[in-house]
Nanobody
Framework: QIKLVESGGGLVQTGGSLRLSCVAS????????MGWHRQAPGKQRESVAA???????RYADSVKGRFTISRDNAKKTVYLQMNNLKSEDTAVYYC????????????WGQGTQVTVSS
């Protein structure tokens, strides 16, 4: 059973950058599809970015061109580089592990808060 721990959240001004990290414990990290999701107050959780076992990436339209997901299998870590942050990016960000195509999610981290101030 894989376990996930996120870090890197914080308070940043509009236009700033943050890099989130998600470290996995357990075996076979490289076979998992990985994803980042977020949930803002009063809203449903939404998918932000995903990366498959084969390093194919997908992004929500709202973050395309600003966010980049990547993975380092040797470090069992997935990253989310967030640039040009906007106030609407404020949310709790969750890392998730799932099937190799990153379409369904089985394991979630505890979340990390990202707050973008104007």
């Amino acid at each position: 059973q894989i376990k996930l721990v996120e870090s890197g959240g914080g308070l940043v001004q509009t236009g700033g950058s943050l890099r989130l990290s998600c470290v996995a414990s357990g075996s076979f990290f490289s076979v998992y599809g990985m994803g980042w999701h977020r949930q803002a107050p009063g809203k449903q959780r939404e998918s932000v970015a995903a990366i498959t076992r084969s390093d194919i990436t997908r992004y929500a339209d709202s973050v395309k061109g600003r966010f980049t997901i990547s993975r380092d299998n040797a470090k069992k870590t997935v990253y989310l580089q967030m640039n040009n942050l906007k106030s609407e990016d404020t949310a709790v960000y969750y890392c998730a592990a799932g099937d190799s195509l990153a379409t369904t999610w089985r394991t979630w981290g505890q979340g990390t808060q990202v707050t973008v101030s104007s």
